[in-house]
């Protein structure tokens, strides 16, 4: 299997809700890094798994939390909604080097 | 300090010609920096990438040229298409055990005029 899968690619929800977000990395890479891109900015980097450890992580509150599971597929989950976190979310799968990148989820909280 | 600031914004050009996109950084700890092309609705693609120790990579019509001493680099497209009007990011990234953490720029809306 190639490729890095992200689900859902749209969501609606509403503020001070929860979301999931998914991710399946590209076969063979062990790493995955989340990444969160409003409109007209360049991605974020939110946090990175390796090897089902968080291996660092930027300048986000601990509402943005995740898990990556032993097949190295990854999700994000994001506490209490706000309005800012409308946003796309993208995640990356590597083996060292650059990432392949998801298409996104577009996240829209109202 | 963690920023790479790109730059410009935006930039329209005629097809063939040559558009070149600026980025510098800060942190000299910065050992890999990948360009990425974005379209509309998708994620960012890995165009080209290029490491500290070499200071010009050539791939296809995509040509990084580096500058260690400056701590800045760019990216040069040749012969440009209108195929190629994209949003462009450069970014810099620090190895370490698991991957690379990536930072990205703010982004080159490129349009290119058939």
């Known amino acids: 299997e190639t490729g890095v899968t992200q689900s859902p690619t749209h969501l609606i929800k509403t503020r001070g809700q929860q979301v999931t977000l998914r991710c399946s990395s590209q076969s063979g890479h062990n790493t995955v890094s989340w990444y969160q891109q409003a409109l007209g900015q360049g991605p974020q980097f939110i946090f990175q798994?390796?090897?089902?450890?968080?291996?660092g992580r930027g300048n986000f509150p601990p509402r943005f939390s995740g898990l990556q599971f032993p097949n190295y597929s990854s999700e994000l989950n994001v506490n209490a909604l706000e309005l800012d976190d409308s946003a796309l979310y993208l995640c990356?799968?590597?083996?060292?080097?650059?990432?392949?990148f998801g298409q996104g989820t577009r996240l829209t909280v109202v | 300090q963690q920023q790479v600031k790109q730059s410009p914004q935006s930039l329209i050009v005629q097809k063939g010609g040559i558009p070149i996109i600026n980025c510098a950084y800060e942190n000299t700890a910065f050992d890999y920096f990948p360009w990425y092309q974005q379209f509309p609705g998708k994620g960012p693609a890995l165009l080209i990438a290029?490491?500290?120790?070499?200071s010009e990579k050539k791939e296809g019509r995509f040509t990084i040229s580096f500058n260690k001493s400056a701590k800045q680099f760019s990216l040069h497209i040749m012969d440009s298409q209108p195929g190629d009007s994209a949003t462009y990011f450069c970014a810099a990234s620090k190895g370490n055990t698991g991957g690379f953490k990536t930072i990205f720029g703010a982004g080159t809306r490129l349009f290119v005029k058939a």
């Open positions: 290029i490491r500290p120790d070499v």
């Open positions: 798994y390796y090897r089902e450890e968080e291996n």
């Open positions: 990356a799968s590597s083996l060292g080097g650059g990432g392949v």
